[in-house]
């Protein structure tokens, strides 16, 4: 079989999925076809904590305002939707129980809000603090609340007695990503979208521009457009237009959990130890997965930072389940009784595809025709709507945001910048 495309769009994960929505739903781009060897959304963008937040520390304000642009689509999305993907405004909290914790959430915090994230409240008494509803997103604070000492436990029995303070980062909270994505696979579709279940394992060119998209059933499309949207597969996508792209990958294990003993609250918010515990660097999450009701957690601990090569199926530490349940512990006690128990959950995760700044790629490549959207490390879901509304630019030669040139992948090309990133470094922004 050969057919004709406008645009072909390699993988069906989150990237992809908003890239054909934004190109096609409201871009109006017609003849787009999206491929993936997989059912849509089933290879990273279903496996993670799907958590958001205007919430980035440095080094300047770029991926702040491009989370929050992400967000205020988010937000439409779930108004036009009835909020069919639940996403909710329960915030990020992060906690310690040391006193340059303390300082290190203020100066942070007050970082961020000059960014653009809104203003920082403190409280060391009761009264102004507005607890996050469980459900919903409109009409809630912006910024960010530092609760110290006794307002911190106070509003946030689970922490350990020994909490200093613990910062409420408001604009944030989680959603259902697979919910998010098949809504905009179907309206894509009815707009026209034509998804191929296929592997893509080859793209011609022709006198330098792109002109055929290669299937691994021996079909092909012609196309003179094609938007690499593969996630960890991205490197291997790029040979095939013999460019080397500047990715690696780290991999990422989380837990779901049952709480049987009703440890954590239902309307809990995503809840972060920010301290070392047992050696461990500070950082581990947990949240209530859903609503109030269930007794299900997440729980994630992003110590693993090492470079590695995506293979599949990945696997996982052993103790994996054991070292966030320890991790817990420290910061709600309670969550020791789990530890005498045989439960340690059920792991599982995948790569985060990364640059070396932490920032997405989205953007032309050097082969005329051919674009990119990915590295988008593990903030793919938050990031999904901001990028393919980039993408969608850049397709279409419309205008674009001032902070395009922070994106386009053609940033690696100038070594004051590489410099630049690799002193931030590939953490910038990770928790
Ligand atoms: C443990 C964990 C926790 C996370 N938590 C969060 C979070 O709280 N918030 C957040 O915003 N993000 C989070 N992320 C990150 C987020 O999930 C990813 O950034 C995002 O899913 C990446 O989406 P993608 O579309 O680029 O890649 P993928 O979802 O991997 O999709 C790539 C697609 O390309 C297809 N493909 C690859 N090669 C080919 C080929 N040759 N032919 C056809 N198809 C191909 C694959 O089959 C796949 O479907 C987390 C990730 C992990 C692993």
């Not at 674009?371 to 419309?398: D, K, N, P, R, Y």
């Not at 040139?405 to 922004?429: I, K």
Request: net charge negative.
């Amino acid at each position: 079989m050969s057919a004709r495309a406008e645009l072909v769009i390699c993988g069906a994960g989150i990237a992809g999925v908003a890239a054909a929505y934004h190109l096609a739903v409201r871009q109006r781009v017609r003849g787009v076809v999206l491929v993936d060897e997989r059912e849509p959304l089933t290879l990273t963008s279903d496996k993670g904590t799907q958590g958001y937040r205007n919430w980035w520390p440095g080094p300047d304000d770029t991926m702040l305002r491009f989370v929050s642009r992400s967000i205020d689509l988010l937000e439409e999305i779930a108004d036009e939707t009835t909020n069919l993907f639940r996403l909710n405004r329960r915030g990020y909290l992060f906690a310690t129980a040391e006193e340059d914790g303390v300082e290190r959430l203020r100066s942070t915090a007050r970082q961020v809000s000059s960014y653009g994230m809104g203003p920082l409240r403190e409280h060391s008494a009761p009264g102004a603090y507005e607890p996050a509803p469980a459900e919903g997103f409109r009409d809630q604070p912006v910024g960010a609340d530092l609760l110290l000492d006794d307002e911190a436990l106070r509003a946030f029995p689970l922490l350990s007695r020994t909490t200093k303070a613990a910062l409420h980062v408001r604009r944030a909270g989680w959603m259902n990503a697979v919910a998010l994505g098949a809504w905009m696979m179907k309206q894509s579709m009815a707009a026209g979208v034509t998804f191929v279940r296929d592997g893509v394992s080859a793209i011609d060119t022709q006198g330098g521009r792109v002109s055929r998209v290669r299937l691994s059933s021996g079909a092909s499309i012609d196309t003179d457009r094609v938007v690499l949207a593969t996630g960890p597969m991205l490197p291997h996508s790029g040979r095939l237009l013999g460019i080397e792209l500047p990715l690696f990958h780290e991999l990422h294990a989380k837990v779901t959990f049952a709480d049987t003993l009703g440890i954590i609250p239902r309307s809990s918010p995503f809840t972060i130890w920010i301290d070392e515990v047992d050696g461990f660097p500070g950082g581990v999450h947990v949240r209530p997965i859903d609503g109030p009701r269930g007794n299900e957690l997440f729980f994630i601990w992003t110590f693993h930072t090492e470079p590695i090569q995506p293979v599949w199926p990945p696997t996982f530490d052993a103790r994996y389940g054991e070292v966030c349940l320890r991790g817990l512990a420290a910061m709600a006690p309670r969550m020791s009784a789990y530890l005498d128990r045989p439960e340690r959950g059920y792991v599982d995760g995948g790569y985060y595809c990364k640059t070396t700044d932490n920032r997405p790629l989205v953007g032309p490549l050097p082969v005329e025709g051919a674009f990119i959207i990915g590295g988008l490390s593990g903030t793919g879901i938050m990031t999904s709507q901001s990028a393919a509304e980039l993408l969608a630019a850049h397709v279409t030669q419309a205008a674009l945001p001032d902070w395009s040139n922070a994106f386009v992948p053609t940033r690696y090309d100038d070594p004051a910048y590489v410099e630049q990133s690799l002193r931030a470094g590939a953490l910038t922004g990770q928790l």
